[in-house]
């Protein structure tokens, strides 16, 4: 199964204890994955479709515990290339589904009858543990959460602008900064960034989810500081090598016109030294000498014998 499914699994085991975070996760769940059908005068009965069987049983489930009644389950086969199954819940009950949707918010009454809300819910969201289920709810009609180990990014997804607003909203007031885009006729809120992935899915309650998720960035970021060094040590070897290279190179014409046996005796050492160990850093390089030399000390050395070197370089060309 996919880290999505397997979130989506952990979240529909969860079943609120209190009726309004029931009445709130059921807002959401219809609001994402609902339709409403009319069957005549002041007659509907409501949708709800899903992939999830897991998501289609805790519905059920909301639905008896919270109102009662019970809703029909029918699977259906995806019309996508004949893969999968679609689990989708009638609630036949006309009158049972006009209560349940003035309580969820989703229909609000008017002079001239009900009609759909697009009012952000006051009296479902007024509770911190109501805001959460309800969260928990979208999450489970129309989000979905990438692998972890190719990259971090999950996301809510709605052909209602107000739906994703509603969830923009909510996840502002817990912190969290998502990004609204329009893709494909749909309206999509998606976060990127890990830490706040980890914190939506622990108010949510996917503490599994987010363990399995943590512990996929504690292994991404330590192979990545693993990378970081051997990249600064390779980098600091080859700027090693590349510099010894051209001091020996340095030596040797030095060698050749005056003979390094002429110079004076703390620059002699530093570079019998060096052509002695090549592949030596500066630091290693000093710690062969007698008495040691510090690599200041080295440095200084050398760039005495560059302006050697530059001296007898001019003195060809005249």
């Known amino acids: ?156 997804v709605s052909s209602k602008e107000q739906h994703i607003d509603t969830i923009h909203k909510l996840l502002k007031h817990f912190s969290l900064m998502g990004k609204m885009i329009e893709r494909k006729g749909h309206f999509v809120l998606y976060l990127k960034e890990g830490e706040q992935i980890v914190d939506l899915l622990n108010i949510m309650g996917a503490h599994h989810a987010l363990l399995a998720l943590e512990n996929i960035r504690i292994l991404k970021q330590m192979r990545n500081n693993v990378n970081r060094i051997v990249n600064c040590e390779t980098a600091n070897l080859s700027k090693t090598v590349k510099a010894s290279m051209r001091q020996v190179e340095m030596i040797n014409f030095i060698d050749k016109r005056i003979g390094i046996q002429y110079l004076p005796e703390r620059l002699r050492d530093i570079a019998i030294a060096r052509l002695k160990y090549p592949e030596a850093s500066l630091k290693e390089l000093g710690e062969h000498l007698n008495p040691q030399v510090g690599k200041s000390g080295i440095n200084h050395r050398f760039r005495k014998l560059e302006q050697i070197e530059k001296k007898l370089k001019m003195k060809k060309k005249l």
Request: charged fraction near 30%.
């Open 1 to 156: 199964m996919s880290f999505s499914t397997d979130t989506k699994e952990e979240l529909a085991r969860i079943i609120p204890e209190k009726n309004c975070c029931m009445i709130a996760e059921l807002s959401a769940l219809i609001r994402m994955s609902g339709t409403l059908e009319f069957a005549g005068r002041n007659e509907l009965r409501i949708q709800l479709s899903t992939e999830n069987p897991s998501t289609a049983r805790k519905i059920f489930k909301l639905v008896k515990k919270a109102y009662g009644f019970s809703a029909e389950i029918q699977i259906r086969q995806t019309p996508r290339f004949n893969k999968g199954k679609q689990y989708v819940l009638l609630i036949h009950d006309a009158k049972g589904s006009l209560h349940l949707l003035k309580e969820t918010e989703i229909l609000e009454k008017t002079s001239e009858g009900h009609r759909l809300s697009d009012e952000w819910p006051n009296r479902i969201l007024k509770n911190r543990c109501c805001k959460r289920a309800f969260l928990r709810g979208a999450f489970l009609g129309g989000g979905s959460i990438s692998s972890p180990e190719k990259n971090y990014h999950l996301e809510f």
